[in-house]
């Protein structure tokens, strides 16, 4: 099945600061890559999402770079702010339903 | 409207005692998930279906039944509960597969 490993499981950064989270996985026929927030004691929801057909997708303070021929993509957030902190999930289509496969989270911690 | 509902919150559970997860959705969409999180983990997918009456096993199945009678119902049977099935489950629906996925508040589910 898929593999996807993210890195790092924990960030600190002071607020303003940009943030990077990377995610690499193994199945090369994957086409579609989310990015998922979490806050604590919620369900996870989108923030923004890439398909193979492009490199890159920014939705103001967030953008997501995608390198198909490496088999990874990341995260970048600029400007952090306090309600940036949160546990981030990249994920990955595959299988015969192309269901996603999550990484492990990032919990993202934006000092004041 | 609600977008994805479930219930109950928040379960203790005896071991080999028997309970059902409900989760429902009004979004009319065609796919729906039942994840687990384990603490620090990512979300591991249960089951999924990609429309009433077509259900199939995701990438950790065993001691998990689901139906899936109409398009907006995704019951979760937990049978005989065992302490490995502690964890937080989290039912989703999308209505395309690789297209974003929108989550239910949860489900803490304790087995001692």
């Known amino acids: 099945g898929e593999n996807v490993e993210q890195h790092p499981s924990t960030l600190s950064v002071q607020e303003g600061d940009s943030a990077v989270i990377k995610c690499t996985y193994s199945?090369?026929?994957?086409?579609?890559f989310p990015w998922y927030k979490q806050e604590l004691g919620k369900g996870p929801q989108l923030i923004i999402d890439?398909?193979?057909?492009?490199g890159e997708k920014k939705d103001q303070r967030i953008a997501v770079t995608l390198n198909k021929t490496a088999k990874h993509f990341s995260l970048h957030i600029t400007e952090t702010q306090p309600e940036d902190s949160a546990v981030y999930f990249c994920?990955?289509?595959?299988?015969?339903?192309?269901?996603?496969?999550f990484g492990s989270g990032t919990q993202l911690t934006v000092l004041p | 409207n609600a977008g994805v509902t479930q219930t109950p919150k928040f379960r203790i559970l005896k071991i080999g005692q028997s309970m059902t997860l409900q989760c429902t959705q009004d979004m009319n969409h065609n796919y729906m998930y039942w994840y687990r999180q384990d603490p620090g983990m990512g979300l591991k997918l249960i089951y999924y279906s990609v429309g009433a009456g077509i259900t199939d096993k995701g990438e950790v199945p065993n001691g998990y039944n689901v139906s899936r009678s109409t398009t907006e119902d995704f019951p979760l049977r937990l049978e005989l509960a065992a302490p490995s099935q502690t964890s937080v489950y989290f039912c989703?629906?999308?209505?395309?597969?690789?297209?974003?996925?929108?989550f239910g508040p949860g489900t803490r589910l304790t087995v001692t």
């Open positions: 199945d090369s026929a994957s086409n579609y």
């Open positions: 989703a629906s999308s209505f395309e597969a690789s297209d974003e996925q929108y």
């Open positions: 994920a990955v289509n595959s299988g015969s339903a192309r269901q996603l496969t």
């Open positions: 890439i398909r193979s057909n492009v």
